[in-house]
């Protein structure tokens, strides 16, 4: 155990130079048949056959200028080696690779340049989000070749070429295991390989590889393999800016071509580390290498264009968010809350306690796929149920949903065996509700253990043993050792909600007339005592057992108070709670006196509130009267989400004004009035996505009404909605009235990386390209595409738009981040004026 902290510190003050391809050396040392034996193409038999060219290759890297080498085990792996028959020598084969690399490095070791060793890890050909191998069985067969490595000597280990999130884990569990580290940080660096998208394998992309390895305690996240240096520029960037760990790049030499059915790297050495020297003095990296193709002429010309140069320093804190296998997740919203979609709960939804009865689990997943479209931001699931075998049904779900919803997961249940049967199977970062301190806190210290071991964050709830707290005061306390308990476990203040509870008041029990009061205040106190941690809360709960139209009023005016005083996350269903807006004023304050227990005139505000719903006449009945006009009626239907009400009023004003008339005076001003409200977070995002979705319907009514120009085209716009963001309504705006006005557009859809939009440019010669985001990371996203297309050398103008972005910060901080024109457009028809503009000042140009 003493030779991983001088790793660990050597790697954490230095730019550490790492060593290239021993693949690729092994296939140009001229070796024999016979060299392998019976086991073809197996570079880890080398270890115990061939040692000398191993050791060759060892050396030769070293006298380039490596001062950390890998060991040849990348496929070292029992469950790779059960292929070619070397399963039972697992832990020999590694053993022998880690000391042959270990002699090397002490040859080369001076007691002021000190050598290391690294064991490779490779990811082999299962992959568990796939189905095609267990957790469980990969941790079973990653043991005897980490075992075997640090036998022999290994400093630390690279976990490489990870195309699953899933996989990469379980290695890192794996290395937990024997080296016995239950706290400190772990010897591994984490490396996962992109595609020409930015994406793994099984579709991650950097941000929800970095959200679900920064809770790991790996020494450095990073990339290798994959593109070269060139393709990997938007993730090293991302890593750069946001991790609290140290990052790793090591591409190959570019891409390979096929010459004579043999992969030819053809990046050369200099231009090789030209451009890692770039990655070093731009966004910032703390160790480097290569991957396929690179040799140690590779090697040696990237140890000296690194030389001298200081290793970056991570970011101080780390960003609180969630992953699904595909995307992340942000914690801290600029409008909050954070909603946990509850409609995947069997306690709390009678239709998915039905579906689970069933054993219907492609129901299940569809509802929860329900809960993505409606805005939620994760889903809540529970599946405790009578009878049932709650771990095998996690078990079941939990797989189908990683590869089925783009949301994180909330995992509802205090059992340990089903929680960790959820998350073996969960590749993102998930949230487990709940702990509580009930009996003292023991159960609470086993999940908090397969937090730590997952890396997810939890909910801690203020239970104690005296039960549920009802006073602030003992909410409080229960926070403060909740959230002690959490710290001695390794998790930090943002892996924690706190989730104050409330009760009914919908029960007449003057004992919890205060419970809304005393929550709101609980909240308030916790935000003050425990600034890092986040708070949540199941808000329905406030009004269980009121009819449901006062339920419907007394949440969302709960959800604002609680909002107020530092509300984070909420579970509820996104698609069933009502814009504070649509509320009477009268209805709202009756609402507020029921929260406060206010009382007047010695009547009980539950009594008042009960008494006006049920004085309203029965059926359907909306919140506030529409406008009498059809024009203003159509704003108004817009920002309510009104989609049926939207079409019909879109009928009749078609009898008065032109299509594009409608579009530019009444509905885009009222999506920009939607758009101001969410950034100002006086409107949620399910609000947001039900305005886009009446938009949407109003659009194609109005699509056929509008005039195509029948000039010939006059230019061509490559459009994309950027990295994480899966929301279209301004794109496919933006779409539609350029086409009809003449442009080509080139839609990519959502969650387009930089690369994607690179290629599509450098195919399509656009005039301009398009970047739109409804969501605040979408605006970091776009600000970081321009640096990347900047250094890519593309100075094509690019118009900017979303409900999030504002000018202010479009001037002051993407200008300046890109060579050409960086356009706001405030809406879609905005967005067409600026496109005018463009190619006028082009045909300008060419004339």
Known sequence: MSRSPAFVKFCQRNLAVCDGAMGTCLAQAGLSAEDFGKHPGCNEY????????????????????????????????????????????CQEINRAAARLARRAADEFSRPSARRFVAGSIGPGSRLPSLGQISFDQLVDSYRPQIKGLWQGGADGFIVETSQD?????????????ILQINSGILPAIAQVTLDRGGRTLTGSDISAVLAALEPLPVLAVGLNCGLGPEGMAEAVRYLAGRSTKLVSVMPNAGLPSMRKGQPVYTLTPEAFAAQMRRYASGPGVNIVGGCCGTTPEHIRALAGAVRGLAPRRPARRRTAALSSLYQSQDIELAVRPLIAGERTNASGSKLFRELLARDDFEGMVRAAQEQERE???????????????????FDALA???????????????????????????????????????????????????????????????????????????????????LAALARAYGLEACDLFIDPLTFTLASGDKNLARAGRETLAALAAIKKRHP?????????????????????????????????????????????????????????????????????????????????????APGPRRLRAQPDSPEDRAGQQVIDGDAAGLYTTVEVLLQKYSAIAIL?????????????MFGQGKLQLPFVLRSAEAMQQAARLLEPHLKRSTATQRGTMVLATVRGDIHDIGKDLVDMILTANGYRVINL???????????????????????????????????????????????????????????????????????GEVHYARDAMDGLRIMNAICRKRGARRN
């Open 46 to 89: 080398l270890n115990l056959s061939r040692p000398d060219v191993v050791t060759a290759i060892h050396r030769r890297y070293l006298e380039a200028g490596a001062q950390v080498i890998e060991t040849n085990s990348f496929g070292g792996a029992r469950h790779i080696l059960d292929e070619q028959g070397l399963g039972k020598r």
């Open 165 to 177: 999130l899933l996989q990469l884990k379980a290695a890192l569990s794996a290395i937990a295991d």
């Open 375 to 393: 805005g939620a931001h994760l889903v809540d699931l529970s599946l405790a149920a009578a009878g049932r075998d709650e771990a095998k049904d």
């Open 399 to 481: 797989a189908r949903l990683n590869t089925s919803i783009r949301l994180p997961v909330m995992l509802d249940c205090t059992d340990p065996v089903a929680l960790e049967a959820g998350l073996k199977r969960l590749a993102g970062r998930s949230v487990v509700n709940s702990i509580n301190l009930e009996d003292g806190g023991r159960k609470a210290e086993k999940i908090l253990g397969l937090c730590r071991r997952h890396g997810a964050a939890v909910v801690g709830m203020c239970i104690d043993e005296r039960g549920m707290a009802t006073t602030a005061k003992r909410k409080l306390k229960v926070a403060g050792r």
């Open 532 to 616: 890092g941690c986040h708070t949540i809360l199941g808000v329905s709960n406030i009004s269980y057992g009121l009819p449901a139209p006062a339920r419907k009023c007394l949440n969302a005016v709960f959800l604002d108070e609680a909002l107020k005083r530092g509300l984070d996350a909420a579970i509820l269903h996104a698609g069933k709670i009502t814009p504070l807006a649509s509320i009477p004023p009268r209805t709202s304050a009756l609402c507020r006196d029921l929260i406060y227990d206010r009382r007047r005139k010695g009547v009980a505000p539950l009594a008042t509130l009960l008494d006006r719903f049920q004085r309203q």
């Open 664 to 676: 530019d005076r009444l509905l885009l001003p009222a999506m920009d009035r939607v758009g101001r």
């Open 749 to 819: 859809g959502v969650r387009q990386s930089a690369e994607d939009i690179l290629s599509a440019a450098a195919k399509h010669r656009p005039d301009a390209i398009g970047l739109s985001g409804l969501l605040v990371e979408s605006v970091r996203a776009m600000k970081e595409y321009l640096e990347v297309f900047g250094q890519a050398g593309l100075t094509v103008p690019v118009v900017c738009g979303g409900a999030a972005l504002q000018e202010g910060f479009l001037k002051r901080e993407m200008r300046p981040a890109y060579p």
